[in-house]
């Protein structure tokens, strides 16, 4: 059995990303060196940032009993460049990140080209027809800045976010409240 790559980007944006949308914009970023910021692309044109108040399956999945938690859905549509995204005074707190990417051959991703997705580095594969675990990783100095790899989208999952429009009870789905 294949699972194409579209497959586990939609696995988990139901895993992560709540119903209640935020506000999120990528005023500025950082290039991870100088000759790559000489490179004629438009932040605004590589970037893609969304917002949502954490899914429940999450909070549930890792213990975390505090609401507030947000998620960010990225893309770096950029070929070349590692976006870096400064979230000082934001007080997030730790995060999981969740880094979908193609494999890599001869030094260069495949792209869109790719039957295969990598997830924080590792490919995914489907054995005995069984979906593989999708682990976050874990990055609990508060001080690291966020790099978005070139060619790249996933999720970050900010538990200790405490924003105020995720602290409440989140919008039950379809089946709630279950019937007797």
């Given at each position: 059995m294949h699972v194409n790559p579209d497959y586990y980007t939609a696995l988990l944006w139901n895993r992560l990303m709540g119903r209640k949308v935020l506000s999120a914009e990528v005023f500025e970023t950082h290039y991870k060196n100088k000759t790559e910021a000489q490179t004629p692309q438009y932040v605004e044109d590589s970037i893609r940032v969304y917002a949502h108040c954490t899914h429940r399956w999450f909070l549930e999945k890792h213990a975390i009993s505090k609401r507030g938690s947000i998620t960010l859905a990225f893309i770096?549509?950029?070929t070349h460049v590692y976006h870096?995204?400064?979230?000082?005074?934001?007080?997030?707190?730790?995060?999981?990140?969740y880094v979908l990417q193609s494999p890599r051959r001869k030094d260069q991703h495949l792209g869109l080209h790719s039957?295969?997705?990598?997830?924080?580095?590792?490919?995914?594969r489907v054995?005995?027809?069984q979906i593989p675990v999708l682990p976050p990783n874990w990055i609990f100095d508060r001080s690291?800045?966020?790099?978005?790899?070139?060619?790249?989208?996933?999720?970050?999952v900010f538990p200790e976010a405490k924003n105020p429009v995720c602290v409440t009870?989140?919008?039950?789905?379809?089946?709630?409240p279950p019937s007797a």
């Open positions: 770096n549509l950029s870096t995204i400064n979230m000082t005074g934001l007080n997030l707190g730790i995060r999981a990140e039957y295969h997705v990598q997830l924080n580095g590792k490919t995914l054995l005995d027809h690291k800045k966020l790099v978005l790899p070139p060619l790249s989208y996933g999720y970050i009870p989140p919008i039950p789905g379809p089946g709630y």
